[in-house]
């Protein structure tokens, strides 16, 4: 009998303690979560408008998908930082509701990152080299670019890494610090850049023609066209070679679809070449 009431008022005691602090701390932390929830999903509506008309403002007269890969790059970055921002905030709030020393813990960390400040001297160079990337610009999402010996469509722009994904697909996360040289071939307009190389007896006036007619056919097409900023032409004869001469072809496109119109193109110089009986060399 005696144990059974010792139990029952445990439990009292116990339920009455668990209960003070709900009321209390527990209360808290709900109301503190709520806040921090409530604080990054305002950030998440209201950001990328804002960053958005800003970006319009800065880049005004631009492509306009220049300055949809610029917004949707600060936009990343911005709530990718926030995130973990909020994350030690709440850590920061959280932790005292739970009877933990965060005056003691502030002195024990800030030993240890004096242990590990050397060890972490990297990671303030990757997130100094994010900011200058994203303040200068020089590459954002959906960009195709080489960065530290890849070459890769850019998924992702934060400061501490750059994600590329190549064409076979493979994802590569390339810390800031070590681009040194970003190589951007899709920032404003992208170029035709490619060599027709036909053989030593062919006439070369006649090759020529052929090229540049092909280009300004390829300029006029309903699909072609709007891609097409300066229709390709023969630039130049480029090198004598072993197999043939070699003519230089040049052109302009919108940002990123160099490709779709050098393949077209390539199709169509074929075609044009085997009905002119212009002999095609490698």
Do not use: C
């Not at 445990?10 to 339920?15: K, L």
């Amino acid at each position: 009998m005696n144990a059974a009431f010792a139990t029952l008022l445990f439990a009292h005691v116990t339920g009455d303690r668990v209960g003070d602090w709900l009321i209390t701390h527990g209360l808290k932390i709900v109301v503190i979560l709520a806040v921090v929830l409530a604080v990054f999903v305002f950030l998440r509506i209201a950001v990328p408008p804002v960053i958005d008309a800003a970006v319009r403002r800065q880049m005004l007269g631009r492509p306009a998908e220049e300055t949809s890969k610029r917004s949707a790059t600060l936009v990343n970055a911005f709530l990718r930082t926030a995130e973990v921002v909020l994350a030690v905030v709440v850590l920061l709030m959280v932790l005292p509701e739970l009877s933990v020393n965060i005056g003691a813990l502030l002195a024990g960390v800030g030993i240890a990152g004096i242990a590990i400040g050397f060890g972490a001297q990297t990671l303030v160079r990757d997130t100094l080299n994010g900011m200058f990337i994203l303040i200068e610009n020089q590459f954002g999402i959906g960009d195709v670019v080489t960065v530290a010996g890849v070459t890769g469509r850019v998924e992702e722009v934060n400061l501490r890494r750059t994600v590329l994904r190549d064409l076979d697909g493979v994802v590569h996360s390339v810390p800031n610090s070590e681009i040194r040289v970003s190589s951007n071939y899709t920032r404003d307009w992208s170029g035709v850049n490619m060599n027709v190389t036909v053989a030593y007896d062919a006439d070369l006036d006649r090759a020529t023609a052929v090229i540049d007619a092909v280009g300004r056919e390829l300029a006029a097409d309903l699909d072609f066209g709007p891609l097409i900023t300066q229709a390709p032409h023969v630039e130049r004869v480029d090198a004598f070679k072993d197999s043939g001469v070699s003519l230089k072809v040049l052109g302009v496109t919108k940002p990123m679809r160099q490709w779709d119109v050098m393949g077209e193109l390539r199709r169509r110089l074929k075609k044009a070449f085997d009905a002119e009986k212009i002999e095609l060399r490698w």
